[in-house]
């Protein structure tokens, strides 16, 4: 070792007895990248910070890049932040700013700064950090060490704190949520935003949903914000799909989308009093005759004939009745056929029976080409629909054949 007061024995750990003040600065750094003298001066904190606190720290804070980067270093300058006052905290950061993306993306320096970024106590230390984070936070969230680093962020910042990140994410928004790291990163932010800023991140994410809805990583952010539940959001969202609705039920990834969406109660974001917004643009022979034929687009049909109303599920099959012996062996029709069979079965029981009190008959006839607009008995719910007028209350059957 270069110096005398240096422990001639090895491992550090046994010299605990070592007095600070009699090694230099050159000699505790030194010790700060070995396995065991980084022991030692961490210990030296927990046995007497007031005292040893200041030697070590005067001696590293001026590399602590470089510390944050070492193997073994990045553990003893955790300690120092764990055990700073907010002023050599602040002193840690300033150190670090001109290198902070590559300690963020680092093995070693992106723990480092998490821990650093978890013990920020000060309105000054935020503003600090956001400083230096800002130019660099496009590249961290694609980063796979570095997005942990923003995640961390979210996690411990609040409210205003977090409003520098959330305009940067609106600027690059359509590079971040289609990202395999970004769209979690934005989902985790929608999560901790407040309601201004989730309607601001919320209007970019709508101006490009289409887009969104396409992508493999981008529909995952769209199904989170459509699961916050948020009335005047979802509304917009539904509007856009069912006027999109054939090519996103088609689309590998926004087929997801539609089938969420289907699943959504809308509670006030209908398009009439009576009928979810995508049903009532299902009700319509060519989208459904699409929508059957294709690997995507069938289990949108089957989503919709799980969760429609009595009624609607009574006219969804009356359309797709004719289409029947077509369907029944194909990859994608097969279970759609199962469905609308159970569901005319049920149908026409209701109307036998009603033919029976009333004195008339009626005979299936599941896959004919033909047949007949029978009333359709709401059963249980006790709803009557005559094909031969309006399918649903403020939807004409005529529009949308």
């Not at 270093?73 to 602040?90: C, D, H, R, V």
């Not at 689309?251 to 989308?257: A, D, L, R, T």
């Not at 004919?368 to 649903?392: E, F, V």
Request: charge should be neutral; glycine fraction near 6%.
């Amino acid at each position: 070792m270069p110096s005398s007061h240096l422990p001639q024995s090895s491992p550090y750990s046994a010299s605990s007895s070592v007095d600070l003040s009699s090694l230099s600065s050159n000699d505790i750094i030194i010790l700060s990248k070995d396995q065991h003298g980084c022991r030692m001066l961490q210990k030296k904190i927990d046995d007497d910070c007031s005292k040893n606190l200041p030697i070590i720290f005067n001696a590293t804070y001026k590399l602590s890049s470089a510390l944050m980067l070492d193997p073994f270093g990045n553990y003893l300058i955790q300690k120092l932040m764990i055990s700073a006052t907010p002023s050599q905290l602040s002193l840690i950061i300033i150190e670090i700013t001109p290198n902070i993306g590559k300690i963020a993306t680092n093995l070693h320096g992106t723990r480092a700064l998490q821990k650093l970024i978890g013990c920020l106590s000060t309105p000054n230390h935020h503003d600090l950090i956001a400083i230096a984070i800002s130019p660099e936070v496009v590249s961290l969230v694609h980063d796979l060490n570095g997005n942990h680093v923003i995640q961390k962020l979210i996690s411990h910042f609040f409210g205003d704190d977090l409003e520098f990140l959330v305009d940067l994410i609106i600027v690059h928004l359509i590079q971040i949520a289609s990202h395999k790291h970004g769209c979690c990163v934005l989902q985790k932010l929608l999560n901790k935003c407040s309601p201004y800023q989730i309607q601001k991140i919320s209007n970019e994410i709508l101006r490009n949903s289409v887009h969104l809805m396409k992508d493999q990583f981008g529909n995952y952010v769209i199904q989170y914000l459509i699961s916050l539940d948020i009335n005047g959001i979802n509304l917009q969202l539904l509007r856009l799909v069912a006027n999109e609705l054939v090519p996103l039920s088609c689309g590998k990834f926004s087929s997801n989308v539609v089938e969420k969406c289907l699943k959504l109660n809308p509670n006030g974001c209908t398009m009439n009093d009576n009928i979810h917004p995508l049903l009532a643009a299902l009700i319509n022979i060519q989208t459904l005759m699409s929508l059957i034929k294709d690997q995507y687009g069938n289990y949108v049909v089957q989503t919709a004939l799980e969760v429609a109303d009595w009624p609607v599920k009574c006219v969804m099959a009356e359309m797709v009745r004719p289409m029947l012996p077509n369907i029944r062996y194909t990859n994608y029709g097969k279970r759609i056929h199962t469905k609308v069979v159970s569901i005319l079965a049920e149908l026409d029981k209701n109307n036998n029976n009603n033919n029976n009190n009333t004195g008339g008959s009626h005979s299936p006839s599941y896959g004919s080409q033909t047949h007949s607009n029978p009333k359709i008995n709401g059963g249980a719910h006790g709803s009557n629909i005559n094909t031969d007028n309006n399918l649903l209350p403020g939807i004409n059957f005529s529009a949308h054949v």
